[in-house]
């Protein structure tokens, strides 16, 4: 009992000098993130990030909402991070574990043939002991070794749990804007399958005016040629369609198949576009929030490797019953118990300790750096979309005038052909431009609702 009591007051001791440890509290590398900004001043900043907008109060099409339920339920990415975070959920538990001592149950029966000669030989032929113990071994965490570790599993854990959302951001911007840009290609279908009718009609009539004389026959191979081109665009197109079907179908976690979905003209997002402050990024986008948890996590690991240079502290104990014959084995007879209190201090463990404090010093450094290109990269994605975002909406506005122009050109050549002051080549020229221009336009629109979809991704949307 004396001796129980000296080995915890040791403990106590010793306890009292863990301030003297150098291990720090994790600290925001604050530097790093003061220079973050965006390049922009197109959206204005307010206190409430659009990306703090849930993506059913962001994408309203009921379609699209249905598209990413499923792939939000049914995708294999989200279903291995999920399995991710069980993972790292494990060695959290564990972390927390190790404050605790362990404990072991051990039996076993030994038999000695013991040789005549040997020091006993003469007096037993052989030798039984029978055997029941209890075995209890407690590191004390004076250094705060199993503290830094415990912080270090739950840094995982946090980091897998950031990582899951930072797929479900991304396979939901990756939905949006698949969907939107089958709805685009939709509409260029309908633009093609009309040029192609009109040009098809416009052959009729080219014939019929090369019959009557007034037209070569240059000319009218020339229309044939139009029908051609019209043709092969609209098979091109309907074929990325159906890539796009099959891209989407794999994201939802099916075999690829036809995808349902609505009209482009139907598609607004009334969601007012505000940035936040850049520091916003912190707290709602996943993969920098991940990143400082890899951060935290190296921390950790760099305090628990310097600990290891300072003595370790333990304490064990072995007690159960032990007897020659199993008759005598449950008696107070057979009872035994051995204490033992121990101080292990390293010395030359061939490099060992500073090789590993070494390399999590680097990775701490490694972890750090990834942690400031995350954030840049974050910023300049965000600054990105708000420019592309921009420019889709002034484009937009040009091309739809220069498709009126084309336009009226068309009408105006096909009037004057009619008249016999304009060529026909005139014409098909007004009408590859009018296509062309028709055929921006439509883009465009895609353009635009995919720099929103982005600018909502990059802000950290879409996981809330």
Same mark, same amino acid.
């Given at each position: 009992?004396?001796?129980?009591?000296?080995?915890?007051?040791?403990?106590?001791?010793?306890?009292?000098?863990?301030?003297?440890?150098?291990?720090?509290?994790?600290?925001?590398?604050?530097?790093?993130?003061?220079?973050?900004?965006?390049?922009?001043?197109?959206?204005?900043?307010?206190?409430?990030?659009?990306?703090?907008?849930?993506?059913?109060?962001?994408?309203?099409?009921?379609?699209?909402?249905?598209?990413?339920?499923?792939?939000?339920?049914?995708?294999?990415?989200?279903?291995?991070?999920?399995?991710?975070?069980?993972?790292?959920?494990?060695?959290?538990?564990?972390?927390?574990?190790?404050?605790?001592?362990?404990?072991?149950?051990?039996?076993?029966? *030994?038999?000695?043939?013991?040789?005549?000669?040997?020091?006993?030989?003469?007096?037993?032929?052989?030798?039984e002991q029978y055997e029941l113990n209890a075995s209890l071994a407690w590191e004390a965490d004076i250094w705060g070794k199993i503290r830094s570790n415990k912080r270090a599993a739950q840094a995982r854990f946090m980091q897998s749990e950031a990582a899951h959302k930072a797929v479900k951001t991304d396979l939901i911007s990756r939905i949006a804007t698949g969907y939107?840009?089958?709805?685009?290609?939709?509409?260029?279908?309908?633009?093609?399958?009309?040029?192609?009718?009109?040009?098809?009609?416009?052959?009729?009539?080219?014939?019929?005016?090369?019959?009557?004389?007034?037209?070569?026959?240059?000319?009218?191979?020339?229309?044939?040629?139009?029908?051609?081109?019209?043709?092969?665009?609209?098979?091109?197109?309907?074929?990325?369609?159906?890539?796009?079907?099959? *891209?989407?179908?794999?994201?939802?976690?099916?075999?690829?198949?036809?995808?349902?979905?609505?009209?482009?003209?139907?598609?607004?997002?009334?969601?007012?576009?505000?940035?936040?402050?850049?520091?916003?990024?912190?707290?709602?986008?996943?993969?920098?929030?991940?990143?400082?948890?890899?951060?935290?996590?190296?921390?950790?690991?760099?305090?628990?490797? %310097?600990?290891?240079?300072?003595?370790?502290? *333990?304490?064990?104990?072995?007690?159960?019953?032990?007897s020659l014959e199993a008759s005598d084995f449950i008696s107070t007879n057979s009872l035994f118990l051995t204490l033992i209190g121990g101080l292990t201090q390293p010395i030359f463990n061939r490099r060992e300790i500073r090789t590993e404090y070494?390399?999590?010093?680097?990775? %701490?450094?490694?972890?750090?750096?990834?942690?400031?290109?995350?954030?840049?990269?974050?910023?300049?994605?965000?600054?990105?979309?708000?420019?592309?975002?921009?420019?889709?909406?002034?484009?937009?506005?040009?091309?739809?005038?220069?498709?009126?122009?084309?336009?009226?050109?068309?009408?105006?050549?096909?009037?004057?052909?009619?008249?016999?002051?304009? *060529?026909?080549?005139?014409?098909?020229?007004?009408?590859?431009?009018?296509?062309?221009?028709?055929?921006?336009?439509?883009?465009?629109?895609?353009?635009?609702?995919?720099?929103?979809?982005?600018?909502?991704?990059?802000?950290?949307?879409?996981?809330?």
């Amino acid at each position: 009992m004396k001796y129980i009591i000296k080995s915890i007051f040791v403990v106590i001791c010793l306890s009292s000098l863990q301030s003297c440890f150098v291990a720090k509290d994790y600290e925001r590398p604050e530097e790093e993130i003061d220079p973050i900004n965006y390049r922009t001043d197109q959206l204005k900043e307010d206190s409430l990030s659009v990306s703090k907008v849930s993506w059913r109060q962001m994408f309203t099409d009921t379609v699209l909402q249905h598209h990413i339920e499923e792939a939000l339920e049914n995708n294999q990415d989200i279903r291995i991070a999920l399995q991710q975070i069980n993972a790292a959920n494990a060695f959290f538990k564990q972390g927390k574990a190790g404050y605790y001592p362990s404990v072991d149950i051990n039996g076993s029966v *030994t038999r000695q043939e013991l040789s005549p000669n040997s020091q006993f030989g003469s007096f037993f032929s052989s030798l039984e002991q029978y055997e029941l113990n209890a075995s209890l071994a407690w590191e004390a965490d004076i250094w705060g070794k199993i503290r830094s570790n415990k912080r270090a599993a739950q840094a995982r854990f946090m980091q897998s749990e950031a990582a899951h959302k930072a797929v479900k951001t991304d396979l939901i911007s990756r939905i949006a804007t698949g969907y939107y840009q089958i709805l685009a290609l939709d509409e260029q279908v309908k633009i093609a399958e009309e040029t192609l009718e009109s040009r098809k009609k416009s052959l009729e009539t080219s014939n019929a005016l090369k019959e009557a004389g007034n037209l070569t026959s240059v000319a009218v191979s020339q229309t044939e040629a139009q029908v051609y081109a019209a043709e092969a665009l609209l098979l091109d197109l309907k074929n990325d369609v159906k890539l796009l079907e099959n *891209t989407l179908s794999i994201l939802k976690g099916e075999s690829p198949q036809s995808f349902k979905r609505g009209e482009l003209s139907a598609q607004v997002i009334d969601q007012e576009l505000t940035t936040g402050v850049a520091s916003d990024l912190l707290e709602n986008r996943p993969d920098v929030i991940a990143a400082e948890y890899d951060l935290i996590n190296a921390f950790e690991l760099t305090n628990a490797a %310097k600990s290891r240079f300072y003595p370790s502290i *333990t304490i064990s104990a072995t007690g159960g019953f032990q007897s020659l014959e199993a008759s005598d084995f449950i008696s107070t007879n057979s009872l035994f118990l051995t204490l033992i209190g121990g101080l292990t201090q390293p010395i030359f463990n061939r490099r060992e300790i500073r090789t590993e404090y070494e390399v999590a010093q680097s990775e %701490k450094e490694q972890a750090l750096l990834n942690f400031e290109r995350t954030l840049l990269t974050a910023s300049r994605e965000v600054s990105d979309a708000m420019l592309n975002y921009q420019n889709a909406t002034e484009r937009k506005e040009v091309k739809a005038k220069e498709y009126q122009a084309y336009q009226k050109a068309l009408d105006d050549s096909q009037e004057l052909l009619n008249n016999g002051l304009a *060529t026909y080549l005139e014409v098909l020229n007004a009408q590859e431009n009018a296509l062309n221009t028709e055929l921006e336009v439509t883009q465009i629109q895609f353009d635009k609702l995919s720099a929103v979809v982005e600018l909502y991704r990059s802000l950290g949307g879409g996981w809330q």
